[in-house]
């Protein structure tokens, strides 16, 4: 693969561990300082936003420069995101920020793959570094979990660590400061990625030439027949991973009788069996065969609905550890696919940046309903059942459009070879 491949992983790695740390600091302090509940769920809806809001312009701008470049003025924005905590900035609106150096990591941390790497290692690489995200998003979790508990919180107070007027005047500041650690250790090894040699595209003043460009984009990669099919996985599943984050902790207190430092040992969970089913999708599905894998989708929101029957600590984790893995094995193949269709359609820079838009407009959607079912007052478990059913209905959708998008296509190839 190369060093620099090893250099976007290790980059990766760290800076998505600290997000995830940071999401759960965030979930604690607001149920320290008594917000409403549905503000929970909110956090990912404020990070995402930038995504979707800056999509037309990302996309141009990782192609602007070597993503390396691109990949360490993110992890900065982050940082700065990071050290709005201290100074008491509301966590939606510093986390918000935090979402918008991600919104512009993105582009550049995916698109400097199809750069580095052939095609036919899209999909193992595709299963490092959905593997290693998991990875960091298990560790992070459980990081932010162990962080906010009182006696490692209190321990980290004691240290000594001088207050500087509004900073470090608590146990969560230190717990931030560790966390802003990270994004430093991730902005060290964007610094040493090389240049792929890659060709860069100006980027363009003109906001309204790059919001028709984008539309452009967003059309061409809907209409293509592997596209859309690849596209409309992923997109269904970044907004259930999201929403499914939530749904786990909530779930967890109310079915499990865990608090929050427990429930994240939960979620991460979930996400190592992302991680194992990220492994073996790489080891057994080639691109070719990527949607194949689509029926596993249907299984995953089959089996979300056995949470509601549960309510002992060994099988939920069993449960998650199912779930994650059917998620892994599954979304793998279709992100290389949908990454290999945007590169020779479009480009990196910009395939990336559609792929964003649409996956994190589902985020804001999945999630931003959540906040309204939990402020209606539904049970998680009836929530559990209709997120459950959600997933696989909408898988079952895409997997006849792709069989009839088969069948189109094989009826056209039938009739060009008789016109010979």
Known sequence: MGSGFYLVM?????????????????????????????QIPLLKFFFTISYVVLAAFVGAFADSMPKARVMLIS???????????????????????????????SPAKYGILTEMLPPGKLVIANGWIEGLTVGAIILGTLLGGVLIHPHISNAIAHLGIPQIGPIFDSPFDLSILGIGLLYLIAAGFNAYIPDTGVDHKPLRNNPLYLIHEFSHCVALLWRDRLG?????????????????????????????????????????????????????????????????????????????????????????MLLMVAVGTLAGFFVVPMNALLQHRGHVLMGAGHSIAVQNFNENLSILAMTGLYALLIRSGLSVNVVVVMFGMFIAGSMWLVRLRHLANQREFDAVSLLEDRHH
């Not at 080891?283 to 070719?288: E, M």
């Open 228 to 316: 859309q099919i690849s596209l409309a996985v992923t997109t269904l599943f970044w907004g259930a991973g999201a929403t499914l984050q939530f749904i786990v902790l909530d779930w967890a207190a109310a079915n499990l009788q865990l608090n929050l430092s427990e429930a994240t040992s939960l979620q991460g969970v979930v996400a190592l069996g992302v991680a194992v089913g990220s492994v073996l999708a790489a080891k057994f599905v080639t691109l070719r065969r990527s949607p194949s894998v689509i029926p596993l989708g249907i299984a995953m929101g089959i089996g979300i609905n056995i949470m509601v029957f549960i309510h002992h600590i060994p099988p939920a």
């Open 75 to 105: 992890n900065t924005i982050k940082i700065g995101g990071c050290a709005l905590m201290f100074f008491d900035v509301h966590p939606l609106a510093a986390y918000a920020v935090v979402g918008l150096g991600a919104a512009a990591y």
């Open 10 to 38: 290790a980059a990766q790695f760290f800076s998505a561990l600290a997000d995830n740390a940071l999401l759960i600091a965030a979930i604690a302090l607001l149920m320290q300082t008594g917000a409403p509940a549905e």
